[in-house]
């Protein structure tokens, strides 16, 4: 094609998959808010539920504490934060590989 002609084709092709590409990220937004992990501590006194975009929807304790050292519960809240944390990321990656799997670079970019 001589240089300064518009390949109308590519560029209707390309509005095409910006459009699909602006929906499955719609898509992803309303999942990654949505979608929820829940995870104990390792002692399983703790349970956190997090959404996939790291909001923690929930803190349930599992046992009496009444018998445990303040020390031990907050270690306890510590562990299953971070393992909250963690669990919100696979989630958010994983949303993220399934929403996006079917998309593919245009021709020649």
Not at 55 to 74: C, Y
Request: net charge negative; aromatic share 6%; hydrophobic share 45%.
């Amino acid at each position: 094609m001589p240089r300064g002609e518009i390949d109308e084709a590519w560029i209707e092709e390309a509005v095409r998959r910006y459009r699909r590409i602006e929906a499955l990220q719609a898509e992803f937004d309303q999942a990654v808010a949505t979608v929820e992990v829940t995870v104990r501590s390792p002692d399983g006194l703790v349970e956190v539920a997090v959404t996939a975009d790291g909001r923690i929807t929930d803190v349930r304790f599992l046992g009496p504490l009444h018998q445990r050292h303040h020390r031990d519960v907050a270690a306890s809240v510590r562990a299953a934060v971070a393992a909250a944390a963690d669990a919100a990321q696979w989630a958010r990656e994983k949303l993220h590989n399934e929403t996006f799997a079917a998309y593919r670079p245009l021709a020649g970019a």
